[in-house]
């Protein structure tokens, strides 16, 4: 498959929002193919590969269902199980040491 163009935006108003709702100071979040981030610049977002694989596998996921039925389904598990149990989030923690997701895209 052909690889994903993802972005990145800085000091993000959604971000900002999630990271006050969540209790966080440095957050990243995925819209789509755009990975938003609060309290993190690009440059140490991107050193840390645990976490950019991790945002990463939230593109797929969104690729893989639609923008909507992933939002969706994402907010519904939340709801059901909470963000930690989270099926959509236990598959980002997985990705976390999974290198080759990184195969699958071209972030700009
Ligand atoms: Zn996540």
Redesign the pocket.
């Known amino acids: 498959m052909k690889p994903v163009t993802c972005h990145i935006k800085e000091r993000s108003m959604l971000a900002r929002l999630a990271a006050r709702y969540m209790g966080g100071n440095q957050i990243?979040?995925?819209i789509g193919k755009t990975i938003h981030l609060h309290g993190t610049s690009r440059e140490d977002f991107l050193r840390h590969k645990w976490w950019v694989r991790?945002?990463i596998?939230?593109v797929m996921q969104y690729r893989e269902l639609g923008f909507f039925p992933f939002l969706w389904q994402y907010i519904w598990e939340c709801i059901r199980v909470g963000?930690y149990a989270?099926r959509?989030?236990v598959e980002?923690?997985a990705a976390e040491r999974d290198a080759a997701i990184m195969e699958r895209v071209i972030i700009l």
């Open positions: 990243a979040m995925v991790h945002e596998c939230h963000y989270n959509f989030e980002a923690r």
